[in-house]
Nanobody, 128 residues
Framework: QVQLVESGGGLVQTGGSLKLSCAASGRTFSSYPMGWFRQDPGKEREFVAAISGSGVVTYYADSVKGRFTISRDNAKNTVYLQMNSLKPEDTAVYYC?????????????????????WGQGTQVTVSS
């Protein structure tokens, strides 16, 4: 059974940092794109960051560029999201996702339907 399990969420003050982890089990995703999305209640799930299977290519939403960094450790089947300079508008449930198509285009990285597996989410709350 394939599982993606996020951890590392919590409550932090404005300007603080958190590092999210997403550990995959049940199969290896080392050659496949993975991404982070977030969702506030009543809003659509939005793209945050994505990384290619090799880890060489990364993409970020404009709202987090320069503050968040996505990375992966394929030996551990894990993807990370380092979040710095957090703002109250970053408050959301953060989800990691994995795709089963190795080669995808730029626009596909940003789209939730591209991804085949999702974690259960971890809450990030940034207080002002």
């Amino acid at each position: 059974q394939v599982q993606l399990v996020e951890s590392g969420g919590g409550l932090v003050q404005t300007g603080g940092s958190l590092k999210l982890s997403c550990a995959a089990s049940g199969r290896t995703f080392s050659s496949y794109p993975m991404g982070w999305f977030r969702q506030d209640p009543g809003k659509e799930r939005e793209f945050v960051a994505a990384i290619s299977g090799s880890g060489v290519v990364t993409y970020y939403a404009d709202s987090v560029k320069g503050r968040f960094t996505i990375s992966r450790d394929n030996a551990k089947n894990t993807v990370y999201l380092q979040m710095n300079s957090l703002k109250p508008e970053d408050t959301a449930v953060y989800y990691c996702a994995a795709a089963l198509t190795r080669r995808i285009g730029y626009s596909d990285y940003l789209r939730a339907p591209t991804y085949d597996y999702w974690g259960q989410g971890t809450q990030v709350t940034v207080s002002s």
